[in-house]
Every structure is written in C-alpha cells, then in structure tokens.
C-alpha cells in the first residue's frame, strides 16, 4: 500500500516537473529585471512573465540574450538547486545576460531621431511615446525620445532597441559607435532576432504590481519598412550617449 502511494506520489511529481520544464521551454518563461532602464514600465526587481509562442511586434517588450557585449561577462550560476528550479521554471532567470527593452524597428525600417517636435520617427511616421516613457515622480517632467540625434535602417535579421527610461538605458543607440571587431560599423547596436527570447506580457510580482503588458497604440499600423539591408546603413554624425 505504502509502496503504490510512493509510486502515484513520484509519477505525479515527475510529471509536473516535465510539463513545468516544457512551460517554460517552449510557452512562458520567468525573468527578473536587473536595472531601471524602463522604468516606469518595469521597476528593478519586477518578476515579469515572457511569451515565446507569439512573434514580437514593433512596440513590444522583449527579453534578448546579450551576444554583443553590451554586458560585462556574466556571473555563471553556481547553485545547483537554483539552476534546476530555474531549468524546469519554478524559479525566475536572473541571469545577467539577459536584458528586456523596447523593440522600436524591425529590419528594413528607417528609424530617425528627433523630428521638429522632437518625436522618433519610424518609416517617416512619428511616435507618440508619451503613454510610456519615463516620468519623474518628483517633477512630473517626462523624459525626452532621445538626447541623441541618429538616422538609421536597420539591417536583416536584426531588431533596433531602446529601454523606457530612455536617460538611464544603454540601448541601442548607444552602441552605434562600438567597436565591431572588423565588422560592418554599428552591427554591434542591433540584436538578432535569434537572440530574442520572447515579448513580456505581465508583471506577475510584486503582487501590488500585477499587471498585463500591452503593444501602445502609437505602434498600430506603421509603415511597413523597405528591403533590408545586409549591413546597418548609419546617416549623420556619430551618436554618443
């Protein structure tokens, strides 16, 4: 008797934790945001939850792995228990070679900064940003799209980022001027799409900030963009964040 109800007990275990592994490999997965770079939207520390069955949008929050070195060298995970709760999504990705921004352009579109009323631009249509940049809960000030001027297409098989808090995040425009390695200039600001994990769709903790995510408006109905280029086509003088 004892012996069967171990048996039921272990195969109701193992199977949670197959269809819990299988959640988090190939519908949803767990991660922790690691800095402010899109406050308000996300605070330091929000659990998010990351779908990987719906392609990403222009508009959409994506988690990407970082390939391009905009990271220092990650801290390997050494805990044996955490990485196992982590593999089969019982615990949250805090890795730190991971971050989430906003995706702004998709391959093949023109992305420009600022028009006369200081807006981004993206296939000659302007953004209207004001639903989720960052807003200073002292001043009420909201931040600006960007300090920094660019004029840019974003080249094949890649996507253009940028955080929220666009005063506190090293996105994409910040790393037009890296250096390549020997390859074509910029390449290092846009990430591949293979790299993106999957777009966030709700803040799952704290539970005072459970909330779902959703595309703005301002990206319904843009533009498509033109063929894309092989190799990032850069306008204008070199950006500095």
């Not at 519908?27 to 939207?41: A, L, R, W, Y």
């Not at 981004?120 to 940049?133: C, M, P, Q, R, W």
Request: aromatic content about 6%; proline content about 7%.
């Amino acid at each position: 008797m004892a012996g069967g109800l171990l048996r039921e007990i272990a195969i109701v275990v193992i199977g949670a934790l197959i269809a819990s592994t299988l959640l988090r490999l190939f519908i949803v997965q767990m991660f922790v945001i690691p800095s402010g770079s899109m406050e308000n939207t996300l605070q330091v520390r929000d659990r998010v939850a990351v779908q990987k069955l719906v392609p990403f949008q222009r508009g959409d929050i994506v988690v990407f792995r970082d390939t391009q070195g905009w990271l220092a060298p990650a801290k390997v995970e050494d805990d044996p228990v955490k990485k196992a709760l982590i593999f089969v999504g019982l615990a949250p990705d805090e890795s730190s070679n991971h971050l989430i921004k906003r995706v702004i352009g998709l391959a093949g579109d023109h992305v420009t900064c600022c028009d006369a009323r200081g807006r981004i631009t993206v296939n000659g249509t302007a953004l209207n940003e004001g639903a989720y940049l960052y807003t200073d809960a002292g001043t009420g000030k909201q931040v600006d799209p960007s300090a920094a001027a660019f004029d840019l297409v974003v080249p094949a098989g890649t996507v253009f980022v940028m955080g929220d808090h666009r005063n506190d995040s090293q996105d994409s425009r910040c790393h037009l001027a890296d250096d390549t390695d020997g390859g074509p200039a910029g390449s290092k600001a846009f990430i591949p799409t293979g790299n993106i994990v999957g777009t966030a769709v709700a803040v799952v903790y704290p539970f005072n900030r459970f909330m779902g995510l959703s595309r703005p408006l301002t990206f319904e109905n843009l533009p498509a963009g033109q063929t894309p280029p092989a190799a990032p086509v850069l306008n204008g003088p070199e950006v500095v964040c």
